[in-house]
């Protein structure tokens, strides 16, 4: 079965910086979008990045300048490097894919994915 794993969460403070990952495996060999969301405590789900199966990327205005998504095909590996990372960056950050070749902006708004990993944790202090 598919299964999508995040690491790398973790408490920092205001101005640091995390890379998160998303090891994927057993994915069914057809073209994917793929993309990072967060929910913080008390609130809704939120898009974050995502990249599609060509390398476009699309960023929440929030985090823009400040995060970067990235893909390793070769390890199947989806990452998140977060730098000057802020208080109201806190929640739970998952990764999902769907099989789908090209994902817009679009993607960071849609609610439901396909496939989803359990989340990591990342907490900033102020």
């Known amino acids: 079965q598919v299964q999508l794993v995040e690491s790398g969460g973790g408490s920092v403070q205001d101005g640091g910086s995390l890379i998160l990952s998303c090891a994927i495996s057993?994915?069914?060999?057809?073209?994917?979008?793929m993309g990072w969301f967060r929910q913080a405590a008390g609130k809704e789900r939120e898009g974050v990045a995502n990249i599609d199966s060509e390398g476009s990327t699309n960023y929440a205005e929030s985090v823009k300048g400040r995060f970067t998504i990235s893909k390793d095909n070769a390890k199947n590996t989806l990452y998140l490097q977060m730098n000057r990372l802020k208080p109201e960056d806190t929640g739970m950050y998952y990764c999902?894919?769907?099989?789908?070749?090209?994902?817009?902006?679009?993607?960071?708004?849609?609610?439901?994915?396909?496939?989803w990993g359990q989340g990591t944790q990342v907490t900033v202090s102020s």
């Open positions: 057993n994915l069914p060999p057809v073209r994917y979008t």
């Open positions: 999902a894919a769907d099989d789908l070749p090209i994902g817009g902006r679009w993607y960071l708004v849609q609610k439901r994915h396909k496939y």
